[in-house]
């Protein structure tokens, strides 16, 4: 999309990706994504905040006015700071803004000169005339170098990645229909770096924000709808059981059924993926408020079969707030490193093993009772820890 106003003087430069289905090779994009870039145009200088990623430099050149004298980097990844390279060579005179820590990584990412640069500290400010810029670090928003950009007059927050949603759309203002992009965005991008994304909060609530502008998606034109969003998935988990299973002959789909239905009995709310057919990114979601995850394997060649182990590696780097685990198992004839590997493959998540129910094969009357005396003692985990928050 071409030239958007926002505000006098302030516009919105939009490139919408309607085909990309994976981000990073990895991350599933079932509505596309956008790369949002800002042009605010003061009375005595312009300044770009964030450009697009470099497949669509073209559309960011032709969408530019004549001059430019500042393009603003918050961050260094290359679907914001991709098309740099191409603005330097068109605009000689203009310098880039970032900071510290975002200068060694553009130059080593886009081999940018290094007088180009100028670097700017928490809560520095740049005049553009009668328009003046806050810059604002958020560190580990996604990465180290991060900051957003804050317009004084105006009372935009130019946020970046932070309160991003992976939505190619048309619409320039979010509505509720933004909520799942903007949560399954969290759970990949922001969720691994909670504690610092709670402090950036608390942080950003001291300045007045008319208008939350991020560099994928919508913008916010009721900032707390966000802010609230975002409170409550940093929160504690919910009263809520992720099952991540295969099964490949029909014995761990039995042992799930039966733990399912004991969980659900208890009133508790289970989300259960078959990972043969899952989309990875509506796991990322339901991980956000669970507070035990299960893992139904077969064992294949003495490990977790490998749709478990890549689930597993996912969870590992998103790092969901979930504090116990439980592990379901087939397995043929042994299965002493299936559950190790298990064990082994989530280093980073602070969760307890509640208990293991292994079955050579089909599961017996007995040890579809062993699933239930798991559920059981996961349900009273669950009562523990909502009753404390009942009284
Ligand atoms: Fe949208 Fe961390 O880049």
Redesign the pocket.
Known sequence: MGLRKLSSGVFMLSALDYDRRLFDSLIPLPDGTTYNSYLITGSEKTALIDTVDPKFSAFLLGSLPEKLDYIVSN?A?Q??SGAIPLLLEKFPDAKIICTELAKPMLISLLHIDEGRFVTVKDNEQLSLGDKTLTFISLPWS??PETMATYLNEDKILFS??LF?SHLATTRIYADGAVYEPAKRYYAE?MMPFAKFIKAHLSKLRNFDIKLIAP??GQIYNNPDFIFNAYDDWLGNPKNSVVVLYVSMHGSVKKMVDALVDSLASNGINVRQFNLAKSDIGKIAIALVDALTIVVATPTVRNMPHPNVIYALSIANIIVPKAKYLAVLNSYGWSNTTTIAAIKNSVPNLNIDLLGIVGCKGQPTEKELGAVKDLAEEINKKHTAVFSDKAN
Do not use: L, N, Q
């Open positions: 961050h990844e679907d914001h996604h990465w970046c990645d991003g991008i560099s994928h």
